[in-house]
C-alpha cells in the first residue's frame, strides 16, 4: 500500500540519501569522521515567497461549485525537508518565509519543491519544481518566477541565495549587519554562522531501568 510504501522509502532514505552516506575506508590513514562528516560545501537559503495562477482543486456541492485551493509547499534538499504554512482558500498565496539547507554535494542534490492542496482527506497535487543546485552557486542570487511542472497553470516566486562557508569569523560583523538589514522579509531569522559538532563516543551512560524492567517481564 502507499503507507507502507512512504515508511519504507522514509526508512531508506534517512540511510542513504544525501547528507548520508556509507564509509568504506580503503587506506587505514583515512580520517574516518572526516569522510562520513564532511564540512558543507555550502548553504542555500531559500525565500519561499509566493505563487500566482495555482488550480483551484476544491469543489463543493457534489462537484457542481467550483472553489479554490488551500496551496502548501514542501521543499526537499537531500534529506532535509520543509514544509510550509497552509494559505486557505487562494490561488495567488504569499508564504513569505525562509528556510536554510545545507549543501554537501553537488551535483547530485537538487531544490525539489511540490505544492499541494490541503484537504481532509487526500491533498490535491498542484504542481512541482526541480532546481539545479549547480545553478544557484554560479549565479549565487536567483529570484525569479517559476513554471510549475506537471500542472496546466501556475507560477512559483522563489529567491534563492548561495552562501559559502568562511573559516574564519572576519566577516560576522558584516552578515549580521545584512541579515537585520533582511528582517523584514524573513520570520524565524536567518544563519549568520554554522556550529559543527561532532559527536565521537559516549562512555557508561546510565542504564536505562524503564527498558530493563520491559525487558524481563
Ligand atoms: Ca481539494
Ligand atoms: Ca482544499
Do not use: C
Amino acid at each position: 500500500s502507499g503507507l507502507s510504501d512512504t515508511i519504507i522509502l522514509d526508512i531508506i532514505s534517512n540511510y542513504l540519501v544525501l547528507p548520508n552516506r556509507i564509509t568504506v575506508p580503503l587506506v587505514s590513514e583515512v580520517e574516518i569522521a572526516q569522510l562520513r562528516f564532511p564540512i558543507p560545501k555550502g548553504v542555500l537559503r531559500i525565500h519561499f515567497i509566493e505563487a500566482q495562477d495555482l488550480e483551484g482543486k476544491d469543489t463543493y456541492l457534489k462537484g457542481i461549485v467550483k472553489g479554490k485551493s488551500d496551496p502548501y509547499g514542501i521543499i526537499r534538499v537531500g534529506n532535509q525537508i520543509f514544509q510550509s504554512k497552509v494559505i486557505k482558500e487562494n490561488l495567488n498565496p504569499k508564504w513569505n518565509e525562509v528556510y536554510e539547507a545545507l549543501v554537501y554535494e553537488h551535483p547530485g542534490q537538487e531544490l525539489e519543491i511540490e505544492l499541494f492542496d490541503e484537504d481532509p482527506d487526500k491533498d490535491d497535487f498542484l504542481g512541482s519544481l526541480m532546481i539545479d543546485l549547480i545553478e544557484v552557486e554560479k549565479e549565487r542570487l536567483l529570484d525569479e518566477w517559476f513554471t510549475l511542472d506537471e500542472v496546466s497553470k501556475g507560477k512559483l516566486h522563489l529567491k534563492l541565495e548561495w552562501l559559502t562557508l568562511m573559516p574564519t569569523a572576519e566577516n560576522l560583523d558584516k552578515v549580521l549587519t545584512s541579515i537585520r538589514a533582511d528582517k523584514d522579509q524573513a520570520n524565524d531569522g536567518l544563519s549568520s554562522a554554522l556550529l559543527i559538532l561532532y559527536l565521537d563516543s559516549a562512555r557508561n551512560l546510565p542504564v536505562s531501568y524503564i527498558l530493563m524492567d520491559t525487558l524481563f517481564s
